[in-house]
């Protein structure tokens, strides 16, 4: 059995942990984390060193970055690429992932999370806790999903987007690159691109930095 290595050590990272550990594929544990230096533990997991000490551990472990944010995820999953790291994608032991779906690399899905049949999920990308996304839904690079939001079938969300917790995305709809919807959010028309999203049913509020 191999190592897992998690890169960053918060909240999401232990949340991540503790799927690896319920999947039982992992001898070990550790993370890396720029905080190394006046931490070395996080629970019951370890902090072993910082993000650039990754080079040391790839001939023996599998990574998985857990930076919430998402410009930030796909920076460092681009220099494990680079350097031939093993990026894996984890899938709690209760999330529902139909085989009829594609799964991109260094995702991970939480517990109780329903991946339908025809959905494309691409790199890099979080289905957090009880999400739903229905059949044909293309799921953009390095999306996060929020606990308890539901995406109806035929759905297009572009790479960026966050989806705030308990929000819902009626069929057929396309969220534009780095949209953010929060949390109740009901989205009935498609969206602008590095927009923020409110209320019921959603309305664009405010502009955001592109990414």
């Known amino acids: 059995m191999r190592k897992l290595i998690i890169i960053g050590s918060g909240g999401h990272g232990r ?8 999947i039982g594929n992992y001898s070990q544990i550790d993370f890396l984390d720029d905080c190394y230096l006046d931490r070395q533990d996080n629970n019951q997991w370890s902090v072993i060193g910082l993000v650039k000490d990754f080079t040391q551990h790839i001939e ?19 220099q494990l690429l680079h350097a031939n790291a093993t990026l894996v994608t984890l899938v709690h032991p209760s999330a529902v992932v139909s085989p009829n779906s594609i799964i991109g690399k260094g ?21 957090n806790t009880g ?15 929020s606990p308890g939001v539901s ?25 534009a690159d780095n949209t953010q919807l929060g949390a109740g ?13 409110v209320g019921v049913p959603a309305k664009r509020i405010r502009s955001l930095a592109a990414i």
Request: aromatic content about 6%; hydrophobic content about 45%.
């Open 15 to 22: 949340v991540i942990a503790d799927c690896a550990q319920q």
């Open 60 to 78: 023996h472990a599998d990574f998985i970055v857990a930076y919430s944010d998402g410009s930030l995820r796909k920076q460092v999953m681009d």
């Open 107 to 127: 995702v991970v899905i939480f517990a109780n999370a329903v991946i339908n049949i025809g959905a494309k999920i691409s790199d890099g990308c979080i289905i």
């Open 131 to 145: 999400s739903t996304v229905d059949h044909d839904c293309i799921v953009k690079h390095c999306v996060h999903i």
């Open 151 to 175: 995406i109806g079938g035929g759905v297009r969300i572009a790479p960026f987007c966050w989806l705030g917790i308990g929000s819902t995305v009626i069929d057929s709809i396309t969220l």
């Open 185 to 197: 959010a009901v989205v009935t028309q498609s969206t602008q691109a590095n927009s923020l999203y």
